[in-house]
T-cell receptor
Framework: GAGVSQSPSNKVTEKGKDVELRCDPISGHTALYWYRQSLGQGLEFLIYFQGNSAPDKSGLPSDRFSAERTGGSVSTLTIQRTQQEDSAVYLC???????????FGNGTRLTVT | TQLLEQSPQFLSIQEGENLTVYCNSSSVFSSLQWYRQEPGEGPVLLVTVVTGGEVKKLKRLTFQFGDARKDSSLHITAAQPGDTGLYLCAGPGGGADGLTFGKGTHLIIQP
């Protein structure tokens, strides 16, 4: 596709359930980023992948959050035992190498009830 | 952690007016970026400034990077309703290899 694709676009889940968010970056983009956007909080960096490796996982809010990337392409962000404070828009972005010109997807809006 | 403060937080003006929004930090940045985000969509990169004192123009939008590379401004001339959106500034430093973002300026241009 032409841009970064994220699915689902919206997800409503019950507290305590696990969710999986998917990101399909622009073809050929080696760098992939996950951000969280909450009302009034701006964009919060979660994790960065270069290829399949994540050099820094310190941005993940808790050990309930994990992410992986396979084949240097698709990435999944998994949140286990969701809590209401996890409700936010989760944005994925990719870039060509390390040039930091990020191309964002339209995000997944997660609502935990 | 390098912080970026954006002001104003909200701005609502009439079509045709000029406006300036600001992005400030106490830290020096090697570069700064400006993004615009519309409801239900992800941010879209508008410009990257890399040299202190640099001025870049994108149609009616003028971006300036401060001489000390600690601040940046975005000036819009003759604002139009299509300029409505959330304007975000960002610079290197969000995590090991990511960007750190300001909280943004919510801009509404009324017809």
């Amino acid at each position: 596709g032409a841009g970064v694709s994220q699915s689902p676009s919206n997800k409503v889940t019950e507290k305590g359930k696990d969710v999986e968010l998917r990101c399909d970056p622009i073809s050929g983009h080696t760098a992939l980023y996950w951000y969280r956007q909450s009302l009034g909080q701006g964009l919060e960096f979660l994790i960065y992948f270069q290829g399949n490796s994540a050099p820094d996982k310190s941005g993940l809010p808790s050990d309930r959050f994990s992410a992986e990337r396979t084949g240097g392409s698709v990435s999944t962000l998994t949140i286990q035992r969701t809590q209401q404070e996890d409700s936010a828009v989760y944005l994925c972005a990719s870039s060509l190498g390390r040039d930091l010109s990020l191309h964002f997807g339209n995000g997944t809006r997660l609502t935990v009830t | 952690t390098q912080l970026l403060e954006q002001s104003p937080q909200f701005l609502s003006i009439q079509e045709g007016e000029n406006l300036t929004v600001y992005c400030n930090s106490s830290s020096v940045f090697s570069s700064l970026q400006w993004y615009r985000q519309e409801p239900g969509e992800g941010p879209v990169l508008l410009v990257t400034v890399v040299t202190g004192g640099e001025v870049k123009k994108l149609k009616r939008l003028t971006f300036q990077f401060g001489d000390a590379r600690k601040d940046s401004s975005l000036h819009i001339t003759a604002a139009q309703p299509g300029d409505t959106g959330l304007y975000l500034c960002a610079g290197p430093g969000g995590g090991a290899d990511g960007l750190t973002f300001g909280k943004g300026t919510h801009l509404i241009i009324q017809p």
